[in-house]
């Protein structure tokens, strides 16, 4: 029962993502999670309230997780090119 559970969630996260995707996304993440941080401290300040700053900073976190984990197909608009095996590879 969990592994099968486990095998839906892997096929769900594993993906294909080049390296341009891998570049996107950690900018993705670390500006989604600046800005909610930021956005998070400010309305904690102003209300003085640290539970609407806590989730509003949570809140941050899941839409990042959700952006950035999944294999969007954008992630993958400039796939490398490999040679075949065995291509280039001078034996002797």
């Given at each position: 029962?969990?592994?099968?559970?486990l095998?839906?969630?892997?096929?769900?996260?594993?993906?294909?993502?080049?390296?341009?995707?891998?570049?996107?996304?950690?900018?993705?993440?670390?500006?989604?999670?600046?800005?909610?941080?930021?956005?998070?401290?400010?309305?904690?300040?102003?209300?003085?309230?640290?539970?609407?700053?806590?989730?509003?900073?949570?809140?941050?976190t899941?839409?990042?997780?959700?952006?950035?984990?999944?294999?969007?197909?954008?992630?993958?608009?400039?796939?490398?090119?490999?040679?075949?095996?065995?291509?280039?590879?001078?034996?002797?």
């Amino acid at each position: 029962m969990a592994e099968e559970l486990l095998d839906k969630i892997r096929d769900v996260v594993d993906g294909p993502i080049d390296f341009e995707g891998q570049r996107r996304a950690e900018t993705f993440a670390t500006l989604l999670l600046a800005v909610s941080g930021l956005v998070a401290f400010n309305i904690g300040y102003h209300y003085q309230d640290i539970q609407k700053a806590v989730y509003i900073g949570l809140g941050g976190t899941v839409l990042t997780f959700l952006l950035v984990v999944p294999p969007w197909p954008f992630y993958n608009k400039s796939p490398v090119k490999w040679l075949p095996a065995g291509a280039g590879w001078q034996q002797g």
